[in-house]
């Protein structure tokens, strides 16, 4: 029978579920069902020797998972039914943000990209990093193939490879694709030619004609045109590269750039000393922090906000430069705009527990400068509500899962869920969720929640 402790053996993918992406054709949904029991989890673990990761898709609609079968075979199981096709090895089980599934898979010791139980022709050494479009209809890997690199994009693998490879980004229109790459291999113990540069940032599997140290952090520009990344060009000196022009000033460090939305400006965090935020090379920010990154824009473009540290063990975050009052001496996870940019939440760790919380827990969320009264073993991200009035977010305590929005915890507990998905309207919530083995769809009024 399904438990606790086997979920826990068999899904890790529930603790690391985001829900960031754009999810396509929400309006099409189903929001009237109340309840559909789609598959029971229980006769899966009796039918099969082993189950692996649970996976459920955007819509709810299906719940999928890797398994071995009596011939001891791998293959995807879906709502209880399994693909035709049968696999050595089979991993990175991912729903698009269209809703098809994903998994790499490995058939006579070579590896490919299977869709909806239809492996890709290519075939590779070995493959990792699945990575969608935001409409889903792109789908790039990273694949090795003779002991060299490449992206491989909807079955079509780029015509260069290289010696090394990291940092797959796929353009927001899902034409494009760029990744850091190595270029040029070092014999050992030459730092000379590791300080020409052996590093830089291929596009379409072309790269740049300039060399770096090192290249982190890739990010396209919202139309798709360009390429920003985060470059060492000596050793103590760090900077920003747009299609391999790095900004004219240097760092001590630097973190990841941001393209401004619908601009071709670029912001990155960058140290001098204390940190602070730049953008095209110029300082927008004061240089008061002790760390700052993780910078999101507001959907209007006109407000930023970043994870910041004033001193050590005093995280928060700042809006435009203006640190909130409120402050953990854990972490700050990257900040959420509302819809209409007019809130921000994210989730804070203490570093110690509450003392007067017994079982002490040490994760909570933040909103608008003020963090919730409930504090949780573990919370997920915030999602806020169309208006932005509401903010749900999933939680766990004691080793069950549940639902908070602004703050309240729904009264029901779960073996297992995912993120919550509020309606067109804002007030409905598709809620996923597995209760006494079996897997449940179900839609609840907000109300239902917050009373």
């Known amino acids: 029978m399904f438990d606790i402790k086997t979920w826990n053996a068999v899904s890790a993918a529930v603790h690391s579920c985001v829900c960031r992406s754009i999810m396509p054709n929400i309006k099409n949904w189903d929001w009237e069902t109340k309840e559909k ?96 479009s935001a409409d889903g209809k792109s789908i790039a890997i990273k694949a090795r193939s003779e002991g060299k690199y490449k992206v491989v994009v909807n079955d079509q693998p780029w015509e260069n490879d290289f010696l090394e490879m990291r940092d797959m980004v796929i353009s927001p229109d899902g034409r494009n694709t760029a990744a850091a790459v190595q270029i040029e291999a070092m014999p050992e113990g030459d730092i000379f030619k590791f300080e020409e540069g052996l590093w830089t940032v291929a596009v379409n599997g072309k790269p740049w004609p300039k060399k770096f140290q090192n290249v982190w952090g890739l990010d396209f520009s ?18 920003i ?100 940019g007019k809130k921000i939440a994210a989730i804070v760790k203490l570093d110690e527990p509450v003392v007067e919380l017994k079982p002490y827990r040490v994760w909570s969320i933040v909103v608008d400068d003020y963090i919730w009264p409930e ?22 305590r004691n080793h069950k899962y549940t639902w908070a929005i602004n703050g309240k915890v729904w009264n029901k507990e779960f073996d297992a869920i995912w993120p919550p998905i ?21 839609i609840i009024s907000v109300s239902e929640i917050l009373g």
């Open 222 to 239: 919202s139309d798709s045109a360009h390429v920003a990344a985060e470059v060492r060009i000596d050793p103590e000196h760090n900077t």
């Open 241 to 340: 590269a747009i299609d391999g022009k790095p900004w004219s000033e240097a760092y001590s460090w630097t973190w990841g750039p941001k393209f401004k939305p619908n601009s071709h400006r670029v912001t990155a965090p960058v140290q001098k000393g204390k940190w602070s935020l730049a953008i095209d090379g110029e300082i927008i920010w004061p240089a008061i922090f002790k760390q700052l990154w993780h910078q999101v824009f507001s959907p209007d473009e006109v407000s930023i906000a970043a994870v910041v540290a004033l001193k050590n063990g005093k995280w928060t975050i700042a809006v435009d430069g203006k640190p909130w009052n409120t402050t953990v001496n854990g972490a700050v996870v990257e900040p959420v705009f509302s819809p209409n």
């Open 422 to 442: 509020f309606s067109p309207d804002g007030n409905k919530m598709l809620l996923r969720c597995i209760e006494n083995g079996k897997y449940y769809r179900r």
């Open 37 to 132: 029991c789609i598959t029971d989890i229980n006769e899966w673990i009796s039918k099969f020797p082993q189950v692996h990761e649970l996976v459920v898709s955007n819509d709810g609609e299906k719940i999928a998972a890797a398994v071995k079968t009596e011939d001891e075979e791998i293959t995807i199981c879906v709502n209880g039914e399994t693909w035709e096709e049968t696999f050595e090895k089979v991993w990175s089980v991912k729903f698009s943000p269209d809703d098809r599934l994903t998994a790499l898979v490995c058939a006579d010791d070579e590896w490919t990209l299977a869709i909806d139980g239809n492996p890709w022709e290519n075939k590779f050494e070995y493959v990792w990093d699945t990575t969608f």
């Open 375 to 396: 504090w949780f073993d573990m919370v997920w991200d915030p999602v806020f509500s169309p208006d932005g009035e509401n903010v749900a977010t999933k939680v766990e």
